[in-house]
């Protein structure tokens, strides 16, 4: 297939590439803004350049004229929407942003779906849209209602956008709700990563609240799979579907420091602080859809993806 990626340069759009140019020509936009350091994202698709069935283009989601330039010079089989503002506490600080790209952004490339007759799609959502659920672990069929932040809100946003087209324009569709991803190329502005060069500088790190916080953290390479499994059952099947991707297990705050303490060989500095507003009191994925209708099983041990993302940290 011809596949275009939003958001290529990311954490999880890089990775994908990877794996999605083993079979398949793709087609990779990205915009590079400096939410994080730009040359991190240059350097998470340098391996990409030496593929021929790789190109990368800058572009912007929000431009309709830069996507009329893509869509009217290739013709895609599918596109997998990776691209967005990421981040709950952002989101707080400029929600006009994040509604801009998460949401227009969104609706900009279902729009040129239409008009290209594009009928399969894959949106990425977050465990954020499930808020403080009181009932765990988090399913698919639990109400998402009441977001906590922009971003959430923007996320539960896109699916109904999605399901809208879906209805509409026949694109089958599955959104995808990623829970916690962690790993090698991890954004430097999440916890793990963050937390990690902090203590290797021998800098405090902030700790909101009193560790007890608890998230799904799901190793990248999982993830991959998951998104691998979802592009095979769209391509073989009409639909519009709901799929938590998780590791279906939760590592409280003062465990993951602690796991990353001791692959690291060194005690963290600790600046605790109150809980943030946005902040989920815990995330947790019931699996069991994606299981059943992917064959979706992550393997992942959180000390091994630790281990793993140490390793690459020391590396780079």
């Known amino acids: 297939m011809k596949i275009l ?27 590079f803004c400096d939410f994080y350091d730009i040359k991190i994202k240059r350097n998470n698709i340098k391996g990409l350049a030496k593929f021929d069935n790789f190109q990368i283009i800058k572009a912007d989601i929000r431009s309709k004229g830069d996507l ?36 227009n952004g969104t609706v900009n490339l279902l729009q040129q779906c239409k008009r290209h007759g594009i009928k399969k799609f894959i949106f ?6 499930y808020g403080n659920n009181k009932k765990v672990p988090f399913a698919e069929i639990d109400p998402v209602d009441l977001p906590i932040s922009p971003y959430a809100a923007t996320k539960k946003a896109g699916e109904l956008i999605c399901h809208t087209y879906h209805h509409l324009e026949k694109i089958s569709m599955i959104c995808l709700r990623f829970f916690t991803v962690y790993g090698p190329r991890q954004r430097p502005d999440l916890a793990i990563h963050k937390f990690a060069r902090k203590i290797i500088a021998d800098e405090e790190i902030p700790v909101f609240g009193d560790g007890s ?40 705050l003062s465990k993951m420091i602690q796991t990353i303490e001791n692959a690291l060989g060194k005690t963290a500095r600790k600046d605790s602080r109150p809980l943030q507003p946005g902040d989920v009191d815990q995330t947790f994925a019931d699996i069991s859809k994606a299981k059943k209708m992917l064959g979706y099983d992550p393997n992942t ?15 780079n």
């Open 213 to 252: 916080t608890k998230r799904d953290y799901t190793y990248i390479d999982d993830i991959i799979d998951g998104i691998l499994r979802s592009i095979e059952f769209v391509n073989n099947n009409y639909c519009y579907e709901i799929i938590n991707l998780g590791e279906s297990q939760t590592i409280s």
């Open 301 to 315: 041990n959180f000390k091994v993806g630790i281990d793993k993302f140490i390793a690459w940290l020391s590396d």
């Open 5 to 31: 990626v939003t958001g290529v340069a990311g954490f999880i759009g890089s990775h994908l590439c990877e794996a999605l140019i083993k079979e398949h020509e793709v087609i990779g936009i990205d915009n």
């Open 68 to 103: 009329d330039e893509i869509f009217n010079h290739h013709k895609f089989d599918m596109v997998i929407h990776l691209a967005a503002m990421a981040g709950v506490r952002p989101s707080i600080a400029d929600p006009v942003l994040y509604t801009e790209v998460n949401i």
């Open 124 to 129: 990425a959502s977050s465990s954020s849209v």
